[in-house]
């Protein structure tokens, strides 16, 4: 397991008071799906205070239309490999440019730099708690 990966199970599971343990189980697992296709700018946003659609996005993107695809599928892979849970809804996949994985309590967001940039994400959720898991 990856140093960044370590660290990032060990902020969620001491850092965010009142995390449920599917959240944190799944935030884990998908991290480490992510970091395995070198996903690119890795955030972890809780919106549990913001919102009751869900409790966190993770946001990241790849570099091609083949990382993107990649990205995703070893995120769905793991989570389903682990858990056994399928993604409950799923969008984007063969555009690739944006792909959403939504497990209810967790949605991924993958995108390509430029999408990201013109959706921002990040921006329109400025007032929930991130963590970077490239800085952890």
Excluded at 52 to 70: M, P, Y
């Amino acid at each position: 397991m990856s140093k960044s990966l370590n660290t990032a199970q060990q902020k969620f599971t001491t850092d965010v008071p009142g995390k449920t343990a599917d959240s944190e189980k799944l935030i884990s697992i998908i991290t480490e799906g992510l970091l395995e296709k070198k996903a690119k700018e890795i955030k972890i946003l809780d919106v549990r205070n913001l919102t009751t659609l869900t409790d966190f996005f993770v946001i990241c993107h790849g570099t091609s239309e083949t990382q993107i695809r990649a990205i995703a599928n070893s995120a769905i892979e793991k989570v389903k490999e682990k858990t056994g849970e399928a993604v409950w809804k799923q969008e984007g996949m063969d555009a690739r440019r944006w792909i959403i994985l939504d497990y209810v309590n967790v949605v991924i967001h993958i995108f390509n730099e430029e999408k990201r940039q013109f959706y921002g994400i990040e921006r329109m959720w400025n007032d929930a708690i991130f963590t970077d898991v490239a800085d952890i």
